[in-house]
């Protein structure tokens, strides 16, 4: 059974650092790519950002430069760094999986199908 918990949300001022991170369990990362997402109340969920079993990734706009993402298969565990954090960036965190696919697209949130149950940031002074 495939297993996904996120962990390092909380509250960070703006300009802050926060790491997230995302345990799995029941598979092995090497041949999944993982995903971080996130909601906030009144909008969609939408990809913050992912990586891919080859190491490709995407980054939304609203965080590049910002935000980067990483993976450490021999723990078995995602990383979302989170700098220069701003108020907007509020919102419940999300990690996802799928099996590595070659498609065009990376980060849409309707073709993972593994989730974490989240994890709530709040940027705010």
């Known amino acids: 059974q495939l297993q996904l918990v996120e962990s390092g949300g909380g509250l960070v001022q703006p300009g802050g650092s926060l790491r997230l991170s995302c345990a799995a369990s029941?598979?092995?990362?090497?041949?999944?790519?993982i995903g971080w997402f996130r909601q906030a109340p009144g909008k969609e969920r939408e990809g913050v950002s992912c990586?891919?079993?080859?190491?490709?990734?995407y980054y939304t706009m609203s965080v590049k430069g910002r935000f980067t993402i990483s993976r450490d298969n021999a723990l078995n565990t995602v990383y979302l760094q989170m700098n220069s954090a701003k108020p907007e960036d509020t919102a419940v965190y999300y990690c996802?999986?799928?099996?590595?696919?070659?498609?065009?697209?990376?980060?849409?949130?309707?073709?993972?199908?593994?989730w974490g149950q989240g994890t709530q940031v709040t940027v705010s002074s």
């Open positions: 990586i891919s079993s080859g190491y490709r990734t």
């Open positions: 996802a999986a799928k099996p590595s696919m070659l498609l065009p697209t990376l980060c849409v949130p309707s073709s993972y199908h593994s």
């Open positions: 029941g598979f092995t990362l090497d041949d999944y790519d």
